[in-house]
């Protein structure tokens, strides 16, 4: 179980590094594709940065959760599992919450 949580955190952690460094381009299946981001080129690089980030820290957090909670003494593999997606879901739900109001942010700018 601890090997797919960190698998899982290292996969996160590897798409968010190239919505970060900007090297994708606006397309309809990998980044942050809302009507906003995929109609403005400056929108969606900036958004994908932003976004990118909070995937990369859930990625790194959901990495050292499934570590961390795995040396706890006595925790059974029920409540292992549920502790690690919980902090996945936690953290992921957060930065999308960012991300939009960051994405927002930049169209109140626009106006």
Same mark, same amino acid.
Request: net charge positive.
């Given at each position: 179980? @601890?090997?797919?949580?960190?698998? !899982?955190? =290292?996969?996160? !952690?590897?798409?968010?590094?190239?919505? @970060?460094?900007?090297?994708?381009?606006?397309?309809?299946?990998?980044?942050?594709?809302?009507?906003?981001?995929?109609?403005?080129?400056?929108?969606?690089?900036?958004?994908?940065?932003?976004?990118?980030?909070?995937? =990369?820290?859930?990625?790194?957090?959901?990495?050292?959760?499934?570590?961390?909670?795995?040396?706890?003494?006595?925790?059974?593999?029920?409540?292992?599992?549920?502790?690690? =997606?919980?902090?996945?879901?936690?953290?992921?739900?957060?930065?999308?919450?960012?991300?939009?109001?960051?994405?927002? !942010?930049?169209?109140?700018?626009?106006?």
């Amino acid at each position: 179980m @601890m090997i797919m949580y960190v698998v !899982s955190g =290292l996969v996160l !952690s590897g798409v968010a590094l190239p919505l @970060m460094a900007g090297k994708i381009a606006p397309n309809g299946m990998y980044g942050f594709r809302v009507k906003a981001t995929l109609e403005n080129p400056q929108v969606w690089y900036a958004v994908n940065k932003y976004a990118g980030l909070r995937l =990369l820290v859930a990625g790194i957090l959901t990495i050292l959760s499934a570590v961390g909670f795995y040396f706890i003494p006595g925790l059974s593999l029920d409540t292992y599992a549920l502790a690690c =997606l919980g902090v996945f879901a936690i953290v992921l739900i957060f930065g999308l919450v960012q991300s939009v109001i960051y994405l927002r !942010s930049l169209k109140l700018r626009e106006h």
